[in-house]
């Protein structure tokens, strides 16, 4: 029998086995709490906890599994709302009421729920690693695609159950695998372990966006679906606020929405708004295509370690399905943290600010479970990550955020002063950069208009001459400056303003079609050309600002409704018009 | 009679060391009797095989390897808790410390708390009316909330806080389900007593327990004060249904005390100094406000930290500032130039007010008038930045209306008196007034109905 031997904290010891293999799950103690095997050498066994414990004793006793931390991956899982180990949060409180207890075994997934399943496949037929076998309708958005589990390579369909109502316990289907005996039984769901990547055919390349609807992420620094990002920043920059607004937005299949060691606040603000909140595309709540992972600042720190891994997981699963979904993790900086705290308790050599050698390689296995796939059914399907990362004192140069920057191909870094401007979504152009641009550039220009990459890199540039001339306006004054500049620096500020600034509490502004980002980039550039050509014919820019024109065209946003797209023609006459007046002059 | 164990096996700081000990639990309480008959309080931290690690609550002072007996309690550390605790004042572990005599409990319970269940929790959306127009407009306190003071040593964050609460309706005869939990973690006795004082003078002290642990006081009672406040307040708020305020003062000196704790047991340090778990840590104590369904009561926190060094990127601030839903800065420069309270409008931030403004809440344009007066006073540093470069007279018109708007609006908005009480009304009609001091085409955040309705250069007049 094996007990424990020292506890400290999450981290336990057991001591003089040979039972137990690396990241094994186990049962700890007499309440049966949910721990893993993170070390194991000739003197110790180490595990950590994922729960409370609290009151624990030495020499009580440990359980083995035999198997590793695993997710139970299978019709439910969409709209729910589970802990660090996908224990469903709902079932919990009505079980143990409103505070989270330990040692309670809850099954994943609702045992009693009935499905309506239509079974893919016939007795005699032969079947592969990922072929879908069963599909059942899971929310309104999603069809649940039941999938042979990678390991079985290939089998012959002995027994499959006629198209009925079923619980995802229910077998549903037996096959006679080659080489062995017993025929092997499937339900709708299966286990995964979560720190393994599911397999896939092959990685393809990223050639399409993930579109969003926010114009500085859509058009200044654009993501690709399979893609990574990463948000850095300070507290109050509104890191939340901008995942908020992909995970409502974002044109993905499904999103897990990770809160990793954040606030409880904020997970009942998206469970609320989420459930209010309809889906334009579909026309049904946002729940419906969403998955909750929870495991909140005060909840055990073991467990928030293990949200990130069932994340992904679920993720990879839906995406075997040929699903695209896109992942919040909110925050990766707590994740680390996690991992130093265990790292620490383990006694550890420490590298950066105390944060274990090995953070770089967690962090790029993470990132690199993301990517646009082939699956092993043929179908097409993407994991796209987008990891808020919270740095220390908002300073970049700490380990989390340094190592970050490497694996992802992305970087929408938050900026205070933008923050503290209330210049929303603060995402600072200077500093921020996506390599996607070139990947999608061919997407931009076949779906959306030839021009779309041409105007977005003249807004860009505007951008960076403006930040140029900034350096000379604040030592000078901007009076000084000749009328051709003093344009730049207002065109500049109407596509801050006007263009990069959106409202997400405003109905028209929150969510903004690729097609009326082109018109009002267009609109803005032919301001800009005209005003430029004029000048350049004597006309006095202080002329032009009194028209009022600039101010109008950072109205846009809110003025022009985004199905009404053909008012841009008005705006695109007026400019013709004032300008063409003040030439005449 | 339970097992006595005589003598320990070490003493470091505060911890100790004893051997041979058997089926003791984690957490679980412990009582060390010295050879004088005096007692002491601990905690397990730490089990190997038999050997136990406590930590001893009231310091190690006197201890030596052989005058001591300890006895488990089979427990973790509980605390009495009852309604009438209302009123009286405790010291950092729980115990009476106002010769009133003992609690009668209607319930113990570990003062450790449980996590909440997000699925458990309402969204707060219920404003606070704290008479404070910077307070009220700019950065909403909301039911439910922690929102910290960030301060630095000598500003009036402790006046900020009494205001607060004299003025959150909490001594009112109607705020029956008012109450506040004050937890004092390290302080000077004088705040303390400024603290009694004003509770007294408010009227407010009836409905009111203090948990006091002094600068002079031990250092692990330090790390348990804000627990034993917060279960209190938990049970007052989500069992017996009441609105429980909470101010803990100082979150540095716990901090402090957890660094001094952490470092005589021989943990790897992370920033500064502190446990790599400091945020786990004080995530324990902040993430225990809120409102539960099934329970009309609520948790709001407000606690107080000095920022060492008026540094904002300090771990303790920092950390504390990922975890809160906004924070209320001070500017030392305001507060010495005479405006009281002399907030950092910029830094300061409520993450809850968005949802509970506006129309229904409080005015349907308040988040409109709010988002300005930011963009607005945004600017004001701009400008006054260039001012401190170029001189004021080179300014554009624009500018020099800003430094105008600046002046004003720190003068006449921000400041204001210790008694004074503005209602939203008040507060929102005063920010119109500055807001009015601007040309109209700078009020960007605004729809041109809102600035139809309510521009009017005249309002701003009595600026000038």
């Known amino acids: ?154 089998a012959t369909v002995a027994y499959a159950a006629p198209n009925g109502q079923y619980t995802v316990n229910d077998t549903v289907l037996r096959l006679s695998v080659e080489g062995e005996d017993a025929e092997l039984p499937l339900t709708l769901c299966q286990k995964w372990p979560i720190r393994d990547p599911r397999p896939a055919k092959q990685r393809m390349p990223v050639t399409k966006p993930l579109i969003t609807g926010q114009r500085i992420i859509d058009t200044v620094l654009p993501i690709g679906k399979g893609g990574t990002a990463a948000i850095p920043g300070g507290f109050g920059t509104g890191k939340t606020m901008t995942q908020h607004q992909l995970a409502k937005w974002c044109d993905a299949d499904i999103i897990v929405y990770i809160g990793c060691g954040e ?53 990879e699963y839906y995406r075997d399905m040929g699903y695209h979904i896109a992942i919040m993790a909110d925050s990766t900086s707590r994740w680390a943290e996690a991992l130093r705290e265990i790292s620490g308790r383990l006694e550890e050599m420490p590298a950066e600010e105390g944060f274990p050698a090995y953070l770089p390689s967690r962090l790029s296995e993470f990132y690199e479970r993301a990517g646009y796939v082939k699956t092993l059914n043929d179908s097409e399907g993407s994991v796209t990550i987008i990891g808020a990362v919270s740095p220390q004192g908002s300073d970049f140069s700490e380990p989390v955020t340094q190592n970050t920057k490497r694996f992802v191909r992305c970087f929408w870094a938050l900026d205070k002063s933008l923050a503290y401007a209330r210049h929303y979504p603060a995402i600072n152009w200077m500093t921020s950069y996506s390599e996607y641009a070139e990947d999608l ?76 980002q082109l018109l009002m980039m267009k609109v803005i550039i032919k301001l800009y050309h005209e005003a430029g050509d004029a000048i350049k014919k004597g006309v006095l820019f202080s002329d032009i600002v009194k028209t009022g024109i600039f101010d109008k065209l950072i109205k846009i946003k809110y003025d022009i409704p985004n199905d009404k797209t053909e008012m841009f023609d008005d705006y695109e006459k007026e400019i013709d018009d004032i300008i063409g007046k003040l030439g005449r002059i | 009679m339970a097992v006595q164990y005589a003598g320990l096996t070490s003493v470091n700081g505060p911890l100790v060391c004893l051997e041979g000990v058997n089926g003791v639990g984690y957490e679980e309480t412990a009582t060390i009797t010295l050879d004088d008959g005096t007692q002491r309080m601990g905690r397990v931290v730490q089990m190997e095989g038999d050997k136990v690690i406590l930590q001893v609550f009231e310091g190690t002072n006197g201890l030596s390897l052989k005058n001591t007996k300890t006895v488990f309690g089979g427990r973790p550390l509980e605390i009495p808790l009852a309604t009438e605790m209302l009123g009286r004042v405790f010291n950092g572990v729980g115990k009476p410390i106002d010769g009133l005599g ?60 009494v205001q607060i609460v004299r003025q959150a309706k909490i001594a009112d005869s109607r705020g029956k389900d008012f109450a506040v939990v004050f937890a004092a973690m390290g302080v000077q006795n004088d705040v303390a007593d400024y603290f009694r004082r004003s509770f007294e003078e408010s009227g407010a002290i009836g409905r009111v327990a203090m948990f006091l642990n002094m600068s002079n006081d031990p250092i692990i009672e330090r790390t348990l004060t804000p627990r034993c406040a917060l279960t209190l307040a938990e049970y007052l708020a989500f069992e017996k249904n009441m609105h429980i305020l909470v101010i ?24 500064k100094g502190y446990p790599g778990y400091l945020y786990s840590d004080l995530a324990s104590l902040y993430e225990r406000a ?16 000095t920022m060492p060094n008026d540094d904002i990127t300090h771990p303790i601030p920092d950390l504390t500032a990922y975890i809160t839903e906004g924070q209320i800065v001070f500017d030392r420069n305001l507060d010495q130039t005479g405006v009281y309270p002399g907030l950092s409008v910029l830094l300061s931030l409520s993450r809850l007010m968005k949802d509970g403004i506006g129309e229904g809440y409080t005015r349907p344009d308040h988040p409109d008038v709010s988002n300005q007066l930011f963009s607005a006073y945004a600017k004001v540093q701009d400008a006054r930045s260039l001012a401190s470069v170029i001189g004021e007279d080179e300014l554009s018109a ?59 250069p005249k309002r701003a007049e009595k600026f000038q």
């Not at chain 2, 127009?133 to 964050?157: A, N, Y």
Request: charged residues 20%.
């Open chain 1, 1 to 154: 029998m094996n007990t424990i031997y020292a506890i400290n904290g999450p981290v336990i010891k057991v001591r003089d086995t040979k039972d137990f293999s690396m990241r094994e799950m186990v049962y700890v103690g007499e309440k049966k709490l949910i721990g893993e095997v993170i070390g194991v050498n000739d003197l110790f066994t180490i595990i950590q906890v994922y729960e409370n414990t609290d009151g624990l004793k030495v020499g009580e006793s440990v359980y083995t599994t035999g198997s590793p931390m695993c997710a139970t991956l299978g019709p439910g899982i969409i709209s729910n709302i589970y802990d660090g180990i996908e224990r469903p949060l709902g079932d919990m409180k009505s079980i143990s009421g409103a505070f989270v207890s330990e040692g309670s075994a809850i099954p994943s997934l609702n045992g009693e729920k009935k499905f309506d399943v239509t079974v893919a496949v016939k007795v005699g037929d032969t079947v592969t690693a990922g072929q879908i076998y069963a599909v059942c309708p899971e929310t309104p958005l999603i069809v649940h695609k039941c999938m042979i589990p990678p390991s079985v390579k290939k």
């Open chain 1, 263 to 315: 606030r409880g606040n904020e997970m009942t603000q998206v469970l609320e708004e989420f459930g209010e909140l309809i889906d334009p595309k579909s026309g049904r709540p946002l729940t419906d295509r969403t998955v909750l992972i929870a495991n909140t600042s005060n909840m055990p720190v073991a467990a928030r370690e293990a949200s990130i891994y069932t994340g992904i997981t679920l993720a």
């Open chain 1, 441 to 516: 550039e061919s997407y931009y220009s076949e779906n959306v208009s030839p021009e779309y990459m041409p105007l977005r890199q003249e807004i860009s540039t505007l951008l960076v001459e403006e930040n140029n001339l900034m350096e000379i306006v604040k030592l000078i004054g901007a009076d000084v400056l000749p009328d051709d500049q003093k344009l730049i620096i207002e065109i500049a500020r109407v596509i801050r303003v006007g263009f990069l600034q959106q409202n997400a509490f405003h109905k028209d502004d929150t969510f903004v079609p690729l097609n009326k």
């Open chain 2, 102 to 161: 003992p609690v009668f409990p209607e319930k113990y319970a570990d003062i450790n708390g449980r996590a909440l269940n997000p699925v458990a929790r309402s969204y707060p959306r219920n404003y606070i009316h704290t008479g404070i127009s910077s307070i009220d407009c700019l950065m909403t306190l909301i039911r439910g909330q922690k929102l910290p003071i960030f301060s630095g040593s000598g500003l009036s964050h402790n006046k900020l806080a």
């Open chain 2, 248 to 271: 803990m003062t100082d979150i540095t000196s716990y901090a402090e005390a957890l660094r001094e704790f952490s470092s005589s047991k021989g943990e790897i340090p992370g920033r």
């Open chain 2, 290 to 305: 809120g409102v539960i369904e099934g329970s009309s009561g609520s948790v709001t926190q407000i606690p107080i930290l």
């Open chain 2, 398 to 456: 624009t500018d020099k209306c800003y430094m105008k708007f600046g002046n004003a609006f720190e003068q006449n908005f921000l400041n204001q008196g210790f008694e004074e009480n503005r209602s939203i009304d008040e507060t929102l009609n005063l920010a119109w007034d500055l807001l009015c001091m601007l040309p109209a085409s700078e009020l960007d955040r605004m729809s041109e109905q809102l600035i139809k309705d309510n521009y009017d």
